[in-house]
């Protein structure tokens, strides 16, 4: 036994005896009630004495929480608390001090954390107080055992878990760098007690753990059952020991536990430290367990596992379309008024390896059959509801704008993705007059510009980073007549010919809706087998890698899923703010003899307008229209 020891069970038996003697006080004497409320302020502070010096000589003492305690508390039961928490692997720095200050207040949050309390805000109330006494209010290492276990369960089938870091980045949380599974038979067992030892003996640099990591952290599962600060531990011979006590986790009678150690680097690892090798290890009966009845044991023979911490990789970000970038379409733009809010483009930016700020980021705008800036008044830059940032177009004479939105300092954290949209308020419409902004004029927009040059993105670690990935939006045409037209379906079904010398046939389907905007549409029933989109028919074509000479033209004809009564026999009619379904229905049949054709049918164009004259050609986005090329033969 060292002399510390035996200094410290010394002062352990004057604690006991100063017990003896307020207990006696009590039991010889009638004392009026407020010598009894300072009596009891006395045994709370040599309750407190008791279980530090019980905590220093690794034996047990139970502290029962009776009070509601905060910052600007003091006394015996602050002290008691402070070393409660202590020896749970809560730092407070200034020790158990007998005041409640931001330290304790800190350490009672992230206790709070770890215990599955919430608010963890730091007040250690009536929930906090439950819990702690449940746990036994225990300040050494054989605390109190969890209420709900059963039978005289031991641990067995020891083993080494899988799924460790061994190469640790800096900033990286939560890296498990150990772990043993352990089975639980003939009953519950309680795991009490976790002795965790790094080794830094084949370290280069620094032989302080915290040079490499900040916490280390226990868990059962996926549940955290204490963290610990790396100073707090105990130091030698270039080895640091973490005991953790108390841990409350559970392993239920004939299941597995998988219990890790897990380790939250620093946020800057330096050069001599970088690439060290650190040993981290359980020992021999690291693991204590206790059944139903309180009986402890120890359980596992040594396993061991080397990790570095290292500068973390550059940090990368990722630019993708987003799932509700807008299709190719038709706006209708006002004669008199500008048209707000249209969206040319929604794109995605994930970070990955390190957190990213977006300090500047240039979008391309292209103008077909217009300049940019006959078209754009300004454009936005928007995250959700939120406009980061607003430009003005100056630029003349340009079919091609690059917009560079600057001083964003839009920070974007490791593995999460921020969704932006480009926002534009467009110019009014004025198609034969003075304005060179006409029906038919489109927008593209797109974060492929040709300043890339202008993106200015950095890692958390101040390096330059080139985003990868581009995303090209997609047309967006202005008419003075809102219409919006998407694909429902596309399908090709072929009937194999029966007799000598007939061709097979296949039936098509391209089924779509047409929506009006704020005037009745009328849609062309012409139905016409070409290229070139017409303003009084619909129009279709085989597909480009089809052998359309091959083929004879069986039937064609367009269909609506529904009637009206102001539909005849050139047109149907969409009323205003209403939508209504069609199908384009063609059959082709192959009629070259000795070779096997190919082809698919695919919509060119939509003749509508605002009467039954027609007048105006819906093209965008209908090169997406098309059925699969099928293949047919003459037998």
Do not use: C
């Not at 039961?77 to 928490?85: E, G, P």
């Amino acid at each position: 036994m060292s002399i510390t020891q035996t200094n410290t069970i010394a002062k352990i038996a004057a604690v006991v005896a100063g017990l003896g003697l307020v207990a006696m006080s009590f039991a010889s004497f009638a004392v009026p009630a407020q010598a009894a409320t300072d009596n009891s302020a006395a045994i709370a502070a040599l309750q407190a004495q008791l279980a530090a010096l019980m905590a220093q000589s690794g034996g047990s003492a139970s502290v029962t929480f009776t009070s509601d305690l905060t910052i600007g508390s003091k006394g015996a039961s602050v002290t008691a608390l402070q070393n409660w928490l202590i020896s749970k692997g809560f730092s407070i720095a200034a020790g158990a001090t007998g005041y409640f200050g931001a330290q304790t207040r800190s350490a009672v949050a992230a206790w709070q954390a770890s215990a599955g309390i919430t608010p963890a805000a730091g007040y250690f109330g009536p929930k906090s107080r439950a819990a702690a006494n449940a746990a036994g209010g225990s300040t050494g290492s054989t605390g109190g055992t969890p209420t709900g276990l059963t039978g005289s369960g031991y641990l067995t089938s020891i083993s080494t878990l899988g799924d460790i870091v061994s190469d640790v980045k800096e900033g990286d949380v939560g890296d498990q760098v150990i772990g043993e599974s352990a089975r639980a038979v003939n009953g519950d067992v309680a795991v009490q007690r976790l002795d965790v030892t790094f080794d830094l003996t084949g370290s280069t640099g620094s032989t302080n753990l915290n040079r490499y990591v900040n916490s280390v952290s226990v868990w059962l599962g996926n549940t955290k059952l204490a963290t610990m600060n790396p100073a707090d531990g105990s130091y030698q011979n270039k080895v640091w020991t973490l005991r953790f006590n108390n841990l409350g986790g559970v392993i239920k009678s004939g299941t597995t536990g998988n219990i890790h150690v897990s380790v939250d680097a620093v946020s800057s690892v330096n050069s001599n430290e970088a690439g060290a090798t650190v040993k981290v290890s359980l020992l021999a009966n690291a693991l204590r367990g206790t059944d139903a009845n309180g009986v402890n044991d120890t359980y596992g023979s040594t396993i061991n596992q080397n990790f570095t911490v290292s500068a973390a990789n550059k940090g990368k970000l990722t630019l993708t379309e987003a799932s509700d970038d807008p299709a190719a379409t038709t706006i209708k733009a006002d004669v008199n008024n500008t048209t707000t809010n249209v969206t040319l483009l929604a794109f995605n930016a994930k970070a990955t390896n390190q957190n990213i700020t977006l300090r500047s980021l240039p979008v391309g705008i292209t103008g077909t059959g217009v300049n940019v800036i006959d078209a754009i008044q300004s454009v936005s830059l928007m995250q959700g509801s939120n406009t980061i940032s607003t430009k003005t177009i100056t630029t003349s004479g340009s079919a091609f704008q690059e917009v560079v939105f600057d001083n964003l300092n839009q920070s974007i954290s490791k593995d999460a993705t921020t969704e932006y949209t480009v926002v534009a308020t467009i110019k009014k419409i004025d198609a034969g007059g003075s304005n060179t902004f006409a029906s038919g004029d489109s927008l593209t927009a797109t974060t492929t510009a040709t300043g890339t040059t202008n993106f200015d993105v950095a890692d958390a670690q101040g390096n330059t980073v080139t985003p990868s990935g581009a995303v090209a939006g997609h047309v967006q045409t202005f008419q003075q007549v809102g219409i919006t037209v998407t694909q429902v379906s596309a399908t090709a079904n072929t009937s194999v010919g029966t007799t000598a010398g007939s061709g097979d046939n296949t039936q098509y389907a391209i089924t779509f809706k047409m929506t009006a905007g704020d005037q009745d549409l009328y849609l062309s029933r012409t139905i016409s087998r070409s290229t070139t989109p017409s303003t009084s028919a619909v129009t279709w074509a085989t597909t480009t890698s089809s052998t359309a000479s091959s083929t004879d033209l069986g039937t064609a004809g367009l269909t609506a899923a529904d009637t009206n009564s102001s539909d005849v026999a050139g047109s149907y009619k969409i009323p205003a703010g209403s939508t209504r379904t069609f199908t384009l229905n063609v059959t082709l049949v192959e009629k070259l003899v000795g070779s096997a054709g190919l082809s698919g049918v695919q919509l060119t164009g939509l003749g509508y307008g605002t009467t039954t004259s027609f007048g105006s050609t819906f093209t965008s986005g209908l090169d997406q229209f098309k059925t699969a090329d099928k293949s047919m033969t003459v037998h």
